[in-house]
């Protein structure tokens, strides 16, 4: 049993090291001179819908380009797997028919593409961990230089190539706080274009940014701006700390609750096309406020408040959705944080690169257990008790 156990482990491994080949071969088509007329063969081979530009330059990227990937990953794994477990093994056979059917379908004998490249409207936002039509279609139609990853999306995660900012257009609130001015410079230095959102004219903000000032209230205004943003970031946030007026509860609320779901609906009403899918997101920074005490009631309910609707909103939105979940870091709402807004920002950016879904910032190492233990539980809760949202599918 115990063997069996571990021939099916090495197994997994042979495949694991396929793919990894898979991945590196890909680069090497991107970078590497000698393979680079045969990898853009594949890149001519396909429209934006994925339908094919041409049968007889899809069939010669499959002779020139697939083909010879998948034989190297026979090779490559076939040598490893002589000389070590033979459940290795898994991982030639697994490349074998990928050879197979390139071969096929470099000759006309088999008339469908694989998954990644089935024509079609994309019709799910892409997948963190296996690549997913969405994800390729992004290294296709967004950025050749980023999203190589075949099957297993681990090597873009490992590189930081699992999310492209160069080019994006980022809107972000709170744009004028320590947090929001950190993250535009980290931002920029990334090459994206951001938009600044202020609620006051008075901050220093880098140069090179767009800004609009906005009111609270006031979000269904920006409606038409948002549709040319690609990544919103909600960040703007207010805490009352020790009091609990009845002013102080329906400021927190509306402020860290209402004003961002506002926006965040906003945003995903923005999602109207399928390329949208693949490239708008929207980061919420709830705070690790959402699972551990903060010292301040009325913070830790109106951002508990809002992490669990994006919970339950984000089961079914139509692109991707990230929370940040931030410990306390020195800033005008946190006057005694140990973190600085610099290395957060940086952090954020580093971990949104790698296509992390909930980012967790923090010195409190329970946060790191806590807080995606309570996530997926909450999840599943909503998932199991809530039905889907049929119109956003
Ligand atoms: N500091 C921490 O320890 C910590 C920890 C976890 C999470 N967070 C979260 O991180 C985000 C950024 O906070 P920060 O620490 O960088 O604090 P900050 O320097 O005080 O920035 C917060 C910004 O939110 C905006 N804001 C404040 N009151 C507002 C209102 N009434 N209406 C609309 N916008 C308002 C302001 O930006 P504009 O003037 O540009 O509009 C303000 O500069 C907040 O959501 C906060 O909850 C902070």
Known sequence: MIVWLQHGIYGCLGILLAEVIRDIYHMAGHYWAPLMAWHNLHHKAYRPDLTKTSEEIYRKAELL??????????????????????????????????????????????????LTHLPGDLTTVPNPWLVNRSYHWRHHFERTTAYFSGTFTLVDRLMGTALSLKNKTIAITGAGGALGTALIHHLQTKGCRVIALTTSEQHQLPEGVEVAVWQLGQERQWQSLLQKVDILILNHGINVHHERSPEAIAQ??????????????????????????????????????????????????????????????????????????????????????????????????????????????????????????????????????????????
Not at 72 to 79: A, F, K, Q, S
Not at 80 to 103: E, Q
């Open 65 to 114: 380009n697939d083909f010879p990937e998948a034989m190297v990953m026979v090779l490559i794994t076939g040598l490893v797997a002589w000389w070590g477990d033979w459940g290795l093994w898994l991982g030639t056979i697994h490349s074998g028919l990928f050879a197979i059917t390139s071969l096929a379908r470099s000759q006309g004998l088999w008339a469908t593409t694989d």
């Open 252 to 393: 927190s609320y509306e402020v860290n609750t209402w004003s961002v779901w506002r926006w965040f609906e906003l945003f995903l009403g923005t999602v109207t096309e399928s390329r949208h899918k693949a490239l708008k997101e929207v980061w919420i920074n709830t705070s690790e406020a959402e699972v551990s005490p903060a010292f301040s009631p009325l913070y830790e309910l109106s951002k508990r408040t809002i992490g669990d609707l994006v919970t339950l909103r984000r089961l079914d939105a139509p692109c991707v959705v990230r929370k940040l979940i931030l410990g306390p870091f020195k800033s005008k709402l946190n006057p005694i944080g140990v973190m600085a807004p610099n290395f957060v920002a940086r952090s954020i950016v580093a971990l949104a690169e790698r296509d992390f879904r909930n980012i967790i910032v923090t010195i409190n190492p329970l946060t790191y257990i806590v807080f995606p233990l309570s996530e997926l539980t909450r999840s599943l809760y909503f998932r199991l008790c809530s039905r889907p949202d049929y119109a956003q599918r």
